[in-house]
């Protein structure tokens, strides 16, 4: 095999490394001696020698060489004129595998499996990119995999779109879906219900407008009522209200305001939500398709679904009384951007919060999917130990991905508008090495079309000749 480059600068784990021959790129894993590097970045520089000509230098993080199957840091720099080669197959995978591991693709350019530490699942992981670059994909290969390792998946499904391909990978693979909408029914589908006493008072804001009075009000109402209720019991709450503390106006008001929504969200809220812990089931992704539902209703889908999901794990685990559910399990969140905004007063960011910073305790993993990560809560993403990125030119996402993550160098943020569609870098706790570049797995749905305009056949216009002079 020849040399792809030389060793010419080596400072601890960094080495620049003179290109040769046009293999090397960015997030190629090279072996140096015994030791095993991956191309951080690249750029050309002058060469004094040559007069005008440049020579590309590119920038290795070594991570160390394979003792007994695994991989030993590097502890003093390496001698620069080593020659620098391209793994192969079986040391790359060699590399990567794990005892539990899952793989969402190949490593970008080899046929070598880009395995990862499923263990990790509960350190929480973030999948950004910029829109259509391929995170329901990815995420949805990521769900697979779990699936068949048979860890339960609840995943919340913003546009409806999960049902079609994780049915497809279904098809194909040893694990089951169940799907469960909001708000609507579908034949043969459950609905998913949501308990009034999930809504706190914050809550009804997104529902209704509230005037400050109205608000206390309802504060009052909720206080007196407990245990589980439907939202005629919080209608009735307004007559108890005392006309001497609230303007009749007032009371007046928050009844029709609360009436309006116990008709509308008839179908959603109920005294007695669905029992979360019938969801989940070893081998068995379970898809909330919020797509008919609003945005307020999808937000308290993921409030109810993650409180419940984390005290049912509490309970199991300090044997507490109460709803107890017996597996670990991973929750998928799409679109998180719209339930853990950095201002959102929404009781599911609280929640939200809490399954990010408690849910390893409990076995819970999180999985947020964003297109625009710069508008998640610092705290929730700063959580997400594994960093699955795509494409993105957004300079204000980049630095925000920059702050929250810490295993993620900038060099490779600003490397990411090269991504093409179904490319990722992944970096973080479920990887041994600083970073992988990694060609997702493409999923083959039959109903794809090629262009945006499949359904019409191109008009043929004929030009009228005309002379100009
Ligand atoms: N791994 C892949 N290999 C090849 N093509 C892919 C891959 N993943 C996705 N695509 C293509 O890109 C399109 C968009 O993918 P996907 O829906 O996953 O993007 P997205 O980032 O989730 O978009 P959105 O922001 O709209 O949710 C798909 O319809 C598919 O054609
Ligand atoms: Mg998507």
Do not use: W
């Not at 080669?85 to 969402?104: M, N, P, Q, R, T």
């Not at 068949?148 to 693979?173: F, M």
Request: hydrophobic share 35%; net charge neutral; proline share 3%.
């Amino acid at each position: 095999m020849n040399p792809v480059g030389v060793v010419v600068s080596s400072h601890g784990r960094e080495l620049e490394v003179q290109v040769q021959g046009g293999e090397l790129e960015l997030g190629s894993i090279v072996k140096i001696s015994d030791n095993f590097g991956i191309v951080a970045s690249m750029h050309y520089v002058e060469d004094e020698k040559i007069g005008a000509k440049q020579k590309l230098i590119a920038e290795v993080q070594v991570f160390g060489s394979l003792v007994n199957g695994r991989l030993k840091r590097l502890k003093k720099p390496l001698k620069p004129y080593l020659e620098v080669f391209l793994v192969d197959k079986s040391d790359l995978e060699g590399i990567l595998s794990v005892s539990d591991s899952i793989s969402l693709g190949t490593v970008h350019g080899t046929s070598a499996r880009a395995f990862l530490n499923a263990s990790e699942f509960d350190r929480h992981t973030a999948i950004l990119a910029s829109t259509g670059s391929g995170k329901s994909y990815t995420a949805s290969n990521l769900i697979k995999e779990f699936g068949l390792l048979s860890l339960p998946v609840v995943v919340v499904d913003t546009h409806g779109e999960y049902a079609r391909i994780l049915s497809k990978l279904a098809s194909e693979n040893p694990f089951k879906i169940e799907v469960h909408t909001v708000k609507r029914t579908r034949q043969g589908v459950s609905q998913l219900k949501i308990p009034v006493s999930n809504l706190e008072a914050t809550d009804y804001h997104h529902f209704l407008h509230l005037t400050e009075p109205q608000e206390s009000a309802l504060v009052e109402i909720l206080g007196n009522l407990s245990g589980d209720y439907n939202l005629s019991d919080v209608v009735s709450g307004t007559s108890k209200l005392n006309v001497n503390v609230y303007h009749e106006g007032t009371i007046a008001a928050l009844t029709r305001k609360l009436k309006t929504l116990e008709r509308v969200f008839k179908d959603v809220f109920d005294k007695f939500g669905t029992d979360i812990s019938n969801l989940v089931e070893p081998g068995q992704v379970t898809i909330i398709d919020c797509s008919l539902a609003s945005q307020n209703v999808r937000r308290s889908v993921v409030s109810y679904l993650s409180k419940e999901l984390l005290s049912s794990r509490i309970n199991k685990l300090n044997d507490f009384d109460g709803e107890k559910i017996d597996y670990p399990l991973l929750l998928v969140v799409e679109e998180a951007h719209n339930y853990a905004g950095s201002n959102l007063s929404h009781s599911c960011k609280k929640q939200l919060q809490r399954v990010a910073s408690e849910g390893r305790k409990f076995g819970i993993g999180l999985c947020v999917i964003s297109q625009k990560p710069s508008k998640i809560d610092e705290e929730i993403l700063s959580q997400c130990n594994t960093g699955i990125y795509m494409h993105i030119t957004n300079p204000r996402d980049k630095d925000h991905i920059r702050r929250s993550f810490e295993s993620i160098n900038d060099a490779i943020i600003s490397d990411l508008d090269s991504l093409d569609v179904g490319e990722c870098i992944i970096a973080g706790a479920m990887l041994d090495i600083p970073f992988l570049v990694c060609q997702v797995d493409r999923i083959e749905l039959k109903k794809e079309k090629k262009s945006k305009f499949d359904f019409k056949k191109k008009a043929e216009v004929k030009h009228a000749k005309a002379d100009y002079v």
